[in-house]
Protein backbone atom coordinates (compact mmCIF):
# COMPACT_ATOMS: atom_id res chain seq x y z
CA UNK A 1 0.00 0.00 0.00
CA UNK A 2 1.50 3.50 -0.86
CA UNK A 3 1.92 5.56 2.12
CA UNK A 4 2.34 8.95 1.15
CA UNK A 5 -1.89 9.66 0.06
CA UNK A 6 -2.10 8.96 3.62
CA UNK A 7 0.30 11.55 4.54
CA UNK A 8 -0.46 14.15 2.08
CA UNK A 9 -4.40 13.70 3.46
CA UNK A 10 -3.08 13.98 6.77
CA UNK A 11 -1.01 16.65 5.90
CA UNK A 12 -3.88 18.79 4.31
CA UNK A 13 -6.52 18.27 6.61
CA UNK A 14 -4.43 19.39 9.29
CA UNK A 15 -3.26 22.50 7.52
CA UNK A 16 -6.89 23.33 6.24
CA UNK A 17 -8.59 22.98 9.44
CA UNK A 18 -5.68 24.90 11.23
CA UNK A 19 -5.78 27.91 8.32
CA UNK A 20 -9.48 28.12 8.15
CA UNK A 21 -9.16 28.48 12.39
CA UNK A 22 -6.70 31.08 12.17
CA UNK A 23 -8.07 33.04 9.26
CA UNK A 24 -11.70 32.82 10.94
CA UNK A 25 -10.18 34.26 14.23
CA UNK A 26 -8.22 37.05 12.58
CA UNK A 27 -11.26 38.24 10.29
CA UNK A 28 -13.81 38.01 13.39
CA UNK A 29 -11.46 40.29 15.49
CA UNK A 30 -10.74 42.73 13.01
CA UNK A 31 -14.51 43.43 12.62
CA UNK A 32 -15.29 44.00 16.16
CA UNK A 33 -12.16 45.59 16.79
CA UNK A 34 -13.05 48.19 13.92
CA UNK A 35 -16.73 47.92 15.15
CA UNK A 36 -15.25 49.12 18.43
CA UNK A 37 -12.95 51.59 16.98
CA UNK A 38 -15.90 53.22 15.09
CA UNK A 39 -18.26 53.48 17.52
CA UNK A 40 -15.32 55.31 20.00
CA UNK A 41 -14.84 58.05 17.78
CA UNK A 42 -18.45 58.64 17.07
CA UNK B 1 -3.78 36.65 37.28
CA UNK B 2 -5.94 39.22 38.70
CA UNK B 3 -3.49 41.74 37.55
CA UNK B 4 -5.31 40.79 33.39
CA UNK B 5 -8.91 41.65 35.04
CA UNK B 6 -8.85 45.35 33.52
CA UNK B 7 -9.13 44.99 29.84
CA UNK B 8 -7.17 48.25 28.93
CA UNK B 9 -4.45 46.38 30.45
CA UNK B 10 -5.02 43.29 29.56
CA UNK B 11 -4.85 43.95 25.73
CA UNK B 12 -1.86 46.14 26.12
CA UNK B 13 -0.25 42.52 26.44
CA UNK B 14 -1.95 40.85 24.01
CA UNK B 15 -2.22 42.92 21.20
CA UNK B 16 1.80 42.34 20.55
CA UNK B 17 1.92 38.92 21.74
CA UNK B 18 -1.10 38.17 19.07
CA UNK B 19 1.39 39.42 16.44
CA UNK B 20 4.48 37.26 17.88
CA UNK B 21 2.88 34.02 19.20
CA UNK B 22 1.41 34.33 15.40
CA UNK B 23 4.52 34.59 13.27
CA UNK B 24 6.40 32.42 15.62
CA UNK B 25 3.63 29.36 15.45
CA UNK B 26 3.53 30.15 11.40
CA UNK B 27 7.45 29.73 11.02
CA UNK B 28 7.91 27.13 13.28
CA UNK B 29 4.56 24.83 12.13
CA UNK B 30 5.51 25.11 8.66
CA UNK B 31 9.43 24.87 9.26
CA UNK B 32 8.26 21.64 11.27
CA UNK B 33 5.89 19.87 8.42
CA UNK B 34 8.17 20.44 5.70
CA UNK B 35 11.13 19.03 7.76
CA UNK B 36 8.72 16.28 8.94
CA UNK B 37 7.75 15.35 5.28
CA UNK B 38 11.05 15.49 3.54
CA UNK B 39 14.15 15.42 6.22
CA UNK B 40 13.41 13.35 8.94
CA UNK B 41 13.99 9.68 8.68
CA UNK B 42 11.04 7.02 7.82
CA UNK B 43 10.46 4.39 10.71
CA UNK B 44 11.93 0.47 9.66
CA UNK B 45 8.13 -0.51 10.46
CA UNK B 46 5.82 2.06 9.33
CA UNK B 47 7.92 3.63 6.92
CA UNK B 48 6.89 6.55 5.48
CA UNK B 49 3.10 6.51 7.82
CA UNK B 50 5.22 7.76 10.33
CA UNK B 51 5.49 10.99 9.34
CA UNK B 52 1.85 11.65 10.11
CA UNK B 53 3.15 11.62 14.18
CA UNK B 54 4.35 15.65 13.85
CA UNK B 55 0.71 16.57 13.24
CA UNK B 56 -1.17 14.33 15.26
CA UNK B 57 0.67 14.36 18.44
CA UNK B 58 0.78 18.16 18.68
CA UNK B 59 -3.16 18.35 17.84
CA UNK B 60 -3.91 15.39 20.36
CA UNK B 61 -1.63 17.77 23.23
CA UNK B 62 -3.55 20.96 21.90
CA UNK B 63 -7.36 18.86 21.96
CA UNK B 64 -6.20 17.87 25.78
CA UNK B 65 -4.78 20.85 26.42
CA UNK B 66 -7.73 23.09 25.35
CA UNK B 67 -9.81 21.75 28.19
CA UNK B 68 -7.43 21.74 30.63
CA UNK B 69 -7.06 25.87 30.06
CA UNK B 70 -11.26 25.26 30.04
CA UNK B 71 -10.78 23.93 33.67
CA UNK B 72 -8.58 26.62 34.74
CA UNK B 73 -10.53 28.71 33.47
CA UNK B 74 -14.07 27.74 35.10
CA UNK B 75 -12.10 27.07 38.29
CA UNK B 76 -11.35 31.24 37.90
CA UNK B 77 -14.50 31.81 37.26
CA UNK B 78 -16.39 29.95 40.41
CA UNK B 79 -13.72 30.96 42.77
CA UNK B 80 -12.26 34.24 42.03
CA UNK B 81 -14.96 35.38 39.78
CA UNK B 82 -12.37 37.09 37.58
CA UNK B 83 -13.72 38.68 34.63
CA UNK B 84 -11.84 37.25 31.66
CA UNK B 85 -12.71 33.43 32.66
CA UNK B 86 -15.68 33.10 30.79
CA UNK B 87 -14.35 35.02 27.98
CA UNK B 88 -10.96 32.86 27.63
CA UNK B 89 -12.91 29.71 27.81
CA UNK B 90 -15.30 30.31 25.12
CA UNK B 91 -12.18 31.73 23.27
CA UNK B 92 -10.29 28.44 23.88
CA UNK B 93 -13.54 26.01 23.16
CA UNK B 94 -13.40 26.66 19.11
CA UNK B 95 -9.56 25.85 19.20
CA UNK B 96 -9.59 23.43 20.92
CA UNK B 97 -12.70 21.31 19.12
CA UNK B 98 -10.53 22.08 15.33
CA UNK B 99 -7.12 20.62 17.61
CA UNK B 100 -9.39 17.55 18.91
CA UNK B 101 -11.04 17.11 15.50
CA UNK B 102 -7.44 16.92 13.86
CA UNK B 103 -6.24 14.60 15.88
CA UNK B 104 -8.69 12.30 15.49
CA UNK B 105 -8.88 12.66 11.86
CA UNK B 106 -5.05 12.36 11.30
CA UNK B 107 -5.08 9.33 13.67
CA UNK B 108 -7.83 7.53 11.35
CA UNK B 109 -5.78 8.09 8.38
CA UNK B 110 -2.60 6.86 10.01
CA UNK B 111 -4.75 3.75 11.25
CA UNK B 112 -5.41 2.88 7.99
CA UNK B 113 -2.53 1.89 6.46
CA UNK B 114 -1.01 1.27 9.96
CA UNK B 115 -3.80 -1.32 11.80
CA UNK B 116 -6.06 -1.96 8.50
CA UNK B 117 -8.59 -0.07 10.02
CA UNK B 118 -10.28 3.34 9.93
CA UNK B 119 -11.55 3.44 13.55
CA UNK B 120 -12.10 1.25 16.23
CA UNK B 121 -13.77 1.32 19.28
CA UNK B 122 -10.11 1.75 21.49
CA UNK B 123 -10.51 3.15 24.46
CA UNK B 124 -7.74 6.56 23.38
CA UNK B 125 -10.25 7.00 20.29
CA UNK B 126 -13.42 6.95 22.03
CA UNK B 127 -12.13 9.12 24.73
CA UNK B 128 -10.67 11.50 22.25
CA UNK B 129 -13.97 11.58 20.10
CA UNK B 130 -15.93 12.11 23.81
CA UNK B 131 -13.69 15.10 23.86
CA UNK B 132 -14.17 16.19 20.51
CA UNK B 133 -17.92 16.39 21.45
CA UNK B 134 -17.91 18.06 24.79
CA UNK B 135 -15.83 20.92 23.13
CA UNK B 136 -19.42 21.23 20.81
CA UNK B 137 -21.16 20.87 24.13
CA UNK B 138 -19.33 23.51 25.66
CA UNK B 139 -19.47 26.11 22.47
CA UNK B 140 -23.36 25.58 22.29
CA UNK B 141 -24.07 26.11 26.55
CA UNK B 142 -21.35 28.84 26.50
CA UNK B 143 -23.03 30.82 23.60
CA UNK B 144 -26.25 30.00 24.87
CA UNK B 145 -25.69 31.76 28.11
CA UNK B 146 -23.86 34.54 27.12
CA UNK B 147 -26.80 35.00 24.79
CA UNK B 148 -29.42 35.20 27.47
CA UNK B 149 -27.07 37.19 29.47
CA UNK B 150 -25.86 35.02 32.21
CA UNK B 151 -22.33 34.92 33.72
CA UNK B 152 -21.43 31.60 32.46
CA UNK B 153 -21.42 29.82 35.67
CA UNK B 154 -23.29 26.79 34.01
CA UNK B 155 -20.48 26.27 31.51
CA UNK B 156 -17.79 26.52 33.87
CA UNK B 157 -19.50 23.92 36.19
CA UNK B 158 -19.77 21.78 32.57
CA UNK B 159 -15.89 22.61 31.98
CA UNK B 160 -15.13 21.14 34.97
CA UNK B 161 -16.91 18.02 34.93
CA UNK B 162 -15.92 17.38 31.28
CA UNK B 163 -12.23 17.27 32.93
CA UNK B 164 -13.04 14.38 34.22
CA UNK B 165 -12.03 13.01 30.56
CA UNK B 166 -8.55 14.42 30.62
CA UNK B 167 -6.85 11.47 32.91
CA UNK B 168 -9.55 9.02 31.37
CA UNK B 169 -7.40 10.20 27.79
CA UNK B 170 -4.13 9.77 29.25
CA UNK B 171 -4.19 6.46 30.75
CA UNK B 172 -6.27 4.79 28.39
CA UNK B 173 -3.19 3.03 26.93
CA UNK B 174 -2.62 1.71 30.73
CA UNK B 175 -6.20 0.89 31.17
CA UNK B 176 -7.49 -0.69 27.98
CA UNK B 177 -4.17 -2.03 26.42
CA UNK B 178 -6.03 -2.48 22.23
CA UNK B 179 -5.12 -1.06 19.73
CA UNK B 180 -3.37 2.66 20.62
CA UNK B 181 -0.29 1.82 21.25
CA UNK B 182 1.29 2.46 24.97
CA UNK B 183 2.78 5.92 25.64
CA UNK B 184 6.14 6.92 23.08
CA UNK B 185 6.62 10.28 24.76
CA UNK B 186 6.76 11.21 28.39
CA UNK B 187 8.85 13.95 30.38
CA UNK B 188 12.06 11.77 31.16
CA UNK B 189 12.41 10.96 28.10
CA UNK B 190 11.01 8.82 24.38
CA UNK B 191 11.50 5.87 23.01
CA UNK B 192 10.92 7.47 19.69
CA UNK B 193 14.54 7.60 17.73
CA UNK B 194 16.17 11.40 17.35
CA UNK B 195 16.20 10.79 13.37
CA UNK B 196 12.38 10.15 13.11
CA UNK B 197 11.80 12.67 16.51
CA UNK B 198 13.81 15.67 15.63
CA UNK B 199 11.00 17.59 14.12
CA UNK B 200 8.30 17.29 16.56
CA UNK B 201 9.62 20.11 18.69
CA UNK B 202 9.29 22.62 16.13
CA UNK B 203 5.72 21.37 15.39
CA UNK B 204 4.62 21.11 18.98
CA UNK B 205 5.97 24.85 19.79
CA UNK B 206 4.86 25.84 15.86
CA UNK B 207 0.67 24.76 17.10
CA UNK B 208 0.86 25.58 20.74
CA UNK B 209 1.92 29.17 19.59
CA UNK B 210 -0.74 29.17 16.84
CA UNK B 211 -3.52 27.87 19.64
CA UNK B 212 -2.08 30.91 21.74
CA UNK B 213 -2.66 33.38 18.94
CA UNK B 214 -6.14 32.08 18.13
CA UNK B 215 -7.31 32.27 21.85
CA UNK B 216 -6.15 36.01 22.13
CA UNK B 217 -7.38 36.90 19.30
CA UNK B 218 -10.78 35.29 19.95
CA UNK B 219 -10.49 37.14 23.45
CA UNK B 220 -10.22 40.33 21.94
CA UNK B 221 -13.04 40.19 19.40
CA UNK B 222 -14.99 39.16 22.54
CA UNK B 223 -14.14 42.57 24.69
CA UNK B 224 -14.74 44.19 21.55
CA UNK B 225 -17.70 43.14 20.80
CA UNK B 226 -19.03 43.71 24.70
CA UNK B 227 -17.73 47.18 24.21
CA UNK B 228 -20.08 47.79 21.32
CA UNK B 229 -22.65 46.27 23.09
CA UNK B 230 -22.29 47.85 26.21
CA UNK B 231 -22.51 51.03 23.90
CA UNK B 232 -25.52 50.65 21.59
CA UNK B 233 -26.90 49.93 25.53
CA UNK B 234 -26.13 52.83 27.56
CA UNK B 235 -27.29 55.10 23.51
CA UNK B 236 -30.88 53.11 23.52
CA UNK B 237 -32.27 54.44 27.11
Request: aromatic share 12%.
Given at each position: MNPWPFVVGAYSVAVLLTALLVIWAFASMRRAEAAADALTRK | MH????????????????????????????????????????????????????????????????????????????????????????????????????????????????????????????????????????????????????????????GLVGAINLPIIHYSVLWWRTLHQGESIGLTGSTIDNSILWPLPLTMIGFTCLFGAVVLMRIRAQLAETKVEARIRRMSQ
Open positions: - | ALANPTRFLRIAKPATDWLLLIGLALAIGGMAAGLTLSSPDYLQGETVRILYIHVPSAWLGMAGWGGIAAASVSQLVWRHPLAAVAGRAIAPAGATFAAICLISGSIWGRPTWGTWWEWDGRLTSMLVLFFLYLGYIGLAGAERERGGEGRIAAIY
